[in-house]
Nanobody, 119 residues
Framework: VQLQASGGGLVQPGGSLRLSCAASGSIFSISTMGWYRQAPGKQRELVADIRSVLSGGSTSYASSVRGRFTISRDDAKNTMYLQMNSLKPEDTAVYYC???????????WGKGTQVTVSS
């Protein structure tokens, strides 16, 4: 399994970005997918995740991004998205995508994509 995150960049405060995470392999549809981020000098934190359709497809968000970010998935394209609106300087971080199938003990990480929010 390989995960490729893309869509990061430099954006002004209040702006928007859409991150994508494309996955290889055949387990995307049964996986819980998540976006994490790590800012300089801080621990990696969960931003949002989305369960598989079979598990109900529910989503969860960190309180700091709820109402501004939206996570989604397209199982036909093996791709997960993160729509980020009303970006703030404190959203600056490297964003990583994660694929997990907990009952099988599977856990994969992609290389991150840098998001910088600055004027």
């Amino acid at each position: 399994v390989q995960l490729q995150a893309s869509g990061g960049g430099l954006v002004q405060p209040g702006g928007s970005l859409r991150l994508s995470c494309a996955a290889s392999g055949s387990i995307f549809s049964i996986s819980t997918m998540g976006w994490y981020r790590q800012a300089p000098g801080k621990q990696r934190e969960l931003v949002a995740d989305i369960r598989s359709v079979l598990s109900g497809g529910s989503t969860s968000y960190a309180s700091s991004v709820r109402g501004r970010f939206t996570i989604s998935r397209d199982d036909a394209k093996n791709t997960m998205y993160l729509q980020m609106n009303s970006l703030k300087p404190e959203d600056t971080a490297v964003y990583y995508c994660n694929m997990a199938v907990a009952y099988a003990g599977l856990d994969y990480w992609g290389k991150g994509t840098q998001v910088t929010v600055s004027s």
